[in-house]
């Protein structure tokens, strides 16, 4: 600031007094924590609303599609990139790959034993294969 701004509190030696508006608090209280928490419970409502509506409509999980690798690489990513620390990160990284790894081979093996036919081609298959090693 300028001494032709405030001449007198150039002139006194003191600091200017501070903006009207650091002065106030948040209306909500000093941390503001009322309106998150009304969050959370609205979203902890429209979740048990959408579930009661799948279960009175019939859907259910077992007709469901199990969720893409993608997906699953996705929720492991954003789980892992919660936490700051690499002793923490990497670790949960390395249990996503894993969990990946277990999902692929499970969905493979689903993929190869929906029919009768299927399961007798993997048969043939894994037969040739210990035949010829």
């Given at each position: 600031?300028?001494?032709?701004?405030?001449?007198?509190?150039a002139a006194?030696?003191?600091?200017?007094?501070?903006?009207?508006?650091?002065?106030?608090?948040?209306?909500?209280?000093?941390?503001?924590?009322?309106?998150a928490r009304a969050r959370t419970r609205e979203a902890r409502l429209a979740t048990a609303q959408a579930a009661?509506?799948?279960?009175?409509?019939?859907?259910?999980?077992?007709?469901?599609?199990?969720?893409?690798?993608?997906?699953?690489?996705?929720?492991?990513?954003?789980?892992?990139r919660y936490y700051s620390a690499a002793l923490v990160r990497y670790p949960r990284y390395a249990f996503g790959g894993a969990h990946i790894g277990v999902a692929a081979l499970a969905?493979?093996?689903?993929?190869?034993?929906?029919?009768?036919?299927k399961i007798l081609g993997l048969a043939a298959v894994l037969a040739l294969l210990v035949w010829l090693l």
């Open positions: 600031m300028t001494a032709d701004y405030l001449p007198d509190v006194a030696g003191t600091a200017p007094p501070p903006p009207a508006a650091a002065q106030q608090t948040p209306p909500d209280g000093a941390n503001a924590q009322a309106p009661a509506r799948q279960v009175l409509t019939g859907a259910s999980a077992w007709e469901s599609a199990p969720p893409s690798l993608a997906v699953i690489w996705a929720h492991h990513s954003a789980s892992a969905y493979l093996l689903v993929l190869a034993t929906d029919s009768a036919w």
